[in-house]
């Protein structure tokens, strides 16, 4: 088993890119935003042209990253991975400045640090702030600042069954490279519309119960095997 999340929204309560915006970027970051949901502009042209009209400070940046809450079951959910040996990743179009410091505040080092993070990437010049797209893969058809399906394909190395986490329309080309699909809010009704298999959760311990009964199921079958297996 594979675990890719998504992180605003599904490991954070709210959408600290969204946030960003606005409290800290010129109105026009709307304008971007509204091409982006009409399919006008892919998300990493969309990102960068929001990016570019923000003005913050590091200090400022920091105090508005340290006030988003965490999804109540976040803790719980990178530690069942941990005691199972269940790889991680969190995948975002969002920006590794923002999740390295928010996943500090997800348990002791030993959890968070087997975290691999895919993401934008983010750095301070000034007041302004320079972004670049390290995961915007050749191959893909999207536009994606961060090509979830692509980096699914690859990180997952024939690993079974691919697990996927998410809750908004940037998580919409995820589905297509997961075996299991963990949907809310928008990635929700996109999969409900598109008749998508998909298994409804409102926070993370939702997905943790699902996760540790299939876990220990599998766990069971391979002690049996091993059982019937003789040495
Ligand atoms: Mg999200
Ligand atoms: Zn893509």
């Known amino acids: 088993m594979i675990i ?3 992180f605003d929204g599904t490991i954070t309560q709210a959408d600290v ?3 960003i915006l606005e409290e800290f970027a010129a109105p026009a970051w709307r304008d971007a935003e509204e091409a982006w949901v009409r399919g006008e502009i892919g998300s ?3 990102l960068a042209r929001q990016m570019a009209l923000v003005k913050a400070s590091r200090a400022q940046l920091n105090a508005l990253i340290d006030s988003v809450p965490l ?3 976040a ?5 069942l991975a941990r005691r199972w040996r269940t790889p991680v990743y969190v995948l975002s179009e969002g920006f590794d400045y923002v999740i390295r410091r928010v996943l500090r505040r997800c348990g002791p080092p030993g959890v968070r640090s087997e975290v691999g993070v895919f993401s934008s990437h983010l750095e301070f010049e000034g007041s302004a702030l320079r972004v670049s797209f390290p995961y915007a893969l050749p191959g893909c058809k999207h536009g ?3 090509c979830k399906p692509l980096i699914m394909r690859q990180a997952a190395q024939g690993r079974q069954p691919v697990l996927f986490v998410g809750d908004g329309l940037s998580d ?3 589905v297509e490279a997961a075996d299991t699909v963990f949907a809310k809010h928008v990635l929700l009704q996109y999969c ?4 998508i298999p998909c298994q409804r959760f409102e926070t993370l311990a939702n997905v943790t119960e699902r996760l540790q009964q299939q876990l220990a199921r599998r766990g069971l079958a391979r002690r049996r095997m091993a059982a019937l297996t003789p040495r």
């Not at 803790?75 to 530690?79: G, I, P, T």
């Not at 409900?192 to 008749?195: A, I, M």
């Open 172 to 174: 919409r080309f995820a």
């Open 144 to 146: 994606c600042a961060t």
């Open 75 to 79: 803790l719980d959910f990178f530690r």
């Open 17 to 19: 890119t969204d946030r």
């Open 192 to 195: 409900l519309k598109r008749g």
């Open 71 to 73: 999804d109540p079951g």
């Open 44 to 46: 990493r042209e969309c």
């Open 4 to 6: 890719f999340a998504d």
